[in-house]
């Protein structure tokens, strides 16, 4: 875990991200200042690594390096300690001290300023860090480069040509979230931590901030980007399902001009998209949420944060005042070779008043429209079983007597059963 420091010219200090070094470049950090724990060191131990030590924190110690590191970054950006802990394990099982580690730094409004946390050496680099460049959009995709948290541990960095690569994140035009007629425009490049603190999102689709806390860490959170997440093209890609149900679509660019794709046919394939040769996904456009809409968001993996999903949902409901379905869109993944869109679902559910007949036979409708396979994240039936009961849950949010009336069962739904490793099946 590393602290990673770059400058605009519009600002006189480095603002910090936190970063997994194993998942960075050296082209990614060129320009920037690297902190390692090693740089958080003086000649007495800095206000992390005494709290720490006071709280019993320190066991074994091959975790301590990176704790210090994440919450350093915590009191830089002003981050609540316990969540930007999250990613980092203790074999030991010596969270009692660390969460109490956090509590002694839970202290004090806003950051904490940079000289108070780093060594003296590391502070004068810190000050004297030029501004970093913009870089210009080259138009050669074997050199683009942008968060690589999937490219790097498939190494295909390994055969990759030996030139500097031209870095995404450095285009300010694929960085950008903005307001546009009718919804909100978000760079290809924009990383899913960007994503999660903007207001412009949060103020329409309040449900996904909270939800993208189950997207990886804040260190994989800080380099992913929306682009990658949607080009990787994963059955259970995390910015994918929400995105189709808000009835989102993407912006490409190539050779014969510039096009925009429903997000829903932009899946072709298992990770296959439809980009023709020498396009690029520029951005990603929101539509603001229908009147009476909300957003349902769901994920579920057998462990609640850093883990890929068994299945996950997505249900956008815009509701009448009379309580009626107007519209709705449904997204699901983990069940198809793609993020999927259930539109035989959604018609079956729309116009109507739901009730537990209505939602039955939607759920009816849903396991005959989904494909999923057995895998290490569970059975085809488990996966499928799971899922219905996700969109119950979606239909009948604030309302546990008709969840328990559709399930057929006395009192509030159960809670839903663990995933079953499969013993045969590719991995979906």
Request: hydrophobic share 45%; with cysteine; proline share 10%.
């Amino acid at each position: 875990m590393v602290l990673v420091g770059s400058r605009s010219p519009d600002r006189s200090e480095p603002v910090y991200e936190l970063h997994n070094a194993c998942l960075t470049t050296v082209a990614m950090v060129a320009g920037c200042h690297v902190i390692t724990a090693e740089g958080l060191s003086g000649d007495e131990l800095g206000p992390v690594q005494r709290a720490l030590v006071d709280a019993g924190g320190v066991q074994c110690g091959f975790c301590t390096p990176g704790f210090v590191v994440a919450l350093t970054w915590a009191l830089m950006s002003g981050t609540d300690a316990r969540r930007a802990a999250a990613g980092n394990l203790c074999r030991c099982t010596g969270y009692t001290g660390i969460r109490r580690a956090c509590d002694l730094l839970a202290v004090g409004p806003g950051p904490t300023p940079l000289d108070a946390l780093v060594a003296e050496p590391v502070l004068q680099v810190a000050m004297a860090l030029p501004p970093i460049e913009p870089e210009p959009f080259d138009g050669h995709p074997n050199r683009w480069l942008a968060g690589a948290t999937d490219e790097i541990p498939e190494h295909r960095h390994a055969t990759a040509p030996h030139r500097r690569p031209t870095l995404l994140r450095r285009v300010p035009e694929l960085c950008r979230i903005s307001e546009h007629p009718g919804g909100v425009e978000l760079g290809s490049a924009v990383t899913a931590a960007q994503v999660q603190g903007s207001e412009l999102v949060a103020a329409r689709w309040p449900a996904l901030p909270d939800h993208l806390e189950q997207f990886g860490s804040p260190a994989v959170r800080a380099s992913a980007t929306l682009g990658g997440n949607l080009v990787h093209a994963s059955p259970t890609a995390d910015l994918a399902l929400p995105l189709l149900a808000m009835g989102a679509s993407v912006v490409l660019s190539g050779p014969a001009g510039r096009r925009v794709v429903p997000l829903e046919r932009f899946f072709l394939a298992y990770r296959t998209v439809d980009l023709r040769r020498g396009e690029v996904l520029l951005s990603v456009r929101i539509p603001d949420p229908p009147p009476g809409s909300r957003l349902h968001l769901e994920k579920v993996a057998k462990r609640r944060f850093d883990d890929i999903a068994s299945a996950s949902i997505a249900v956008r409901l815009d509701v009448a005042p009379s309580g009626a379905l107007v519209d709705l869109r449904i997204a699901a993944g983990g069940v198809a070779p793609i993020p999927l869109l259930l539109t035989r679902t959604a018609d079956a559910l729309r116009g109507t008043s739901p009730d537990a007949r209505v939602i039955r036979r939607a759920v009816a409708v849903l396991a005959d429209e989904v494909t999923p396979i057995d895998d290490v994240r569970g059975s085809a039936a488990y996966k499928r079983a799971l899922l219905g009961h996700l969109l119950v849950a979606g239909l009948t949010e604030g309302n546990p007597h008709l969840a328990a009336e559709v399930l057929d069962r006395p009192g509030p739904p159960p809670s839903i059963p663990s995933a079953q490793p499969a013993t045969t099946g590719a991995a979906s």
